[in-house]
């Protein structure tokens, strides 16, 4: 995968360069210390992931990454800034992370191998068909946030947008890669790559909440340990 750095700041960018060439297989392709200028190789171009500062002149961070939401190629963002006021701000308009100045390596450096992960997975790829309204809908597997079993079907959802397969949810879950999806509950399965938080529940169990989604998914008791162990909790 490749990425560009946006960051008005020189001292930073030489920072975060070392980390991403000694610690991942990402590789840099530009550098910018204006946003406007950014998002012009943006659109040509489109990065696969945007290492952005938010405190940018001219444009800011947040409205940069509401303009390139609307792209067709959706790139990987990831907030890089001092400011940890704008966190909420940031995964309401769905970034992949948030990390603060200055840098910890700990913590560079765990996002940089989840995007690592992240690239092998997507040499997955798989296409997967929906159906909505009545009309059938070809995605990819990986952009699946979670499912949902109802009666006799399963409900899918993608950035908040509800699809359906004909399927139970153990039949669909047979369709999913398992290094990226996990049945977290008898009535759910979610895509681990899509989890922002872990909130301690009732029973020693927990509910997560997921990028680009409202509702906040359980699990179970019984799934606890298992989880644990994937997440490395």
């Known amino acids: 995968m490749n990425c560009i750095i946006v960051d008005d700041e020189s001292p930073s960018r030489e920072e975060l360069k070392y980390f ?9 392709v530009n550098e910018f210390d204006d946003s406007i200028k950014a998002l012009e190789y943006i659109e040509e171009n489109k990065p696969d992931i945007i290492f952005l500062d938010i ?5 800011d961070g947040i409205a940069l990454c509401k303009i390139i939401n609307h792209f067709p190629k959706q790139s990987l963002v990831i907030f ?6 704008y966190a909420v701000d940031a995964f309401e308009i769905q970034a992949y992370d ?4 200055p840098y910890s390596e700990e913590r560079i450096v765990s996002t940089l191998k989840k995007i690592d992960k992240l690239s092998d997975k997507k040499s997955i790829n798989n296409k997967i068909t929906l159906w909505k309204d009545n009309k059938m809908i070809v995605k990819n597997i990986i952009d699946i946030s979670y499912c949902e079993a109802k009666e006799r079907e399963t409900l899918i959802y993608i950035n908040g947008v509800q699809y359906n397969v004909n399927c ?6 047979k369709k999913l890669p398992k290094e990226l999806f ?11 790559d899509k989890i922002t938080e872990i909130v301690p529940w009732f029973n020693n169990t927990f509910m997560l909440k997921l ?3 409202k509702v906040d998914i359980p699990v179970s008791r019984n799934n606890i340990g298992e ?7």
């Open 80 to 85: 890089i800034t001092a400011h940890k006021d």
């Open 168 to 173: 139970s949810i153990s039949e669909f879950y």
């Open 55 to 59: 405190n940018m002149p001219k444009l």
């Open 182 to 192: 996990y049945r977290s509950h008898r009535s759910y399965i979610i895509n681990t």
């Open 98 to 101: 948030y990390i603060l100045k």
């Open 20 to 28: 991403i060439n000694n610690f991942s297989n990402i590789k840099i």
């Open 227 to 233: 989880f644990k162990h994937i997440m490395g909790i």
């Open 211 to 213: 990028q680009g989604e």
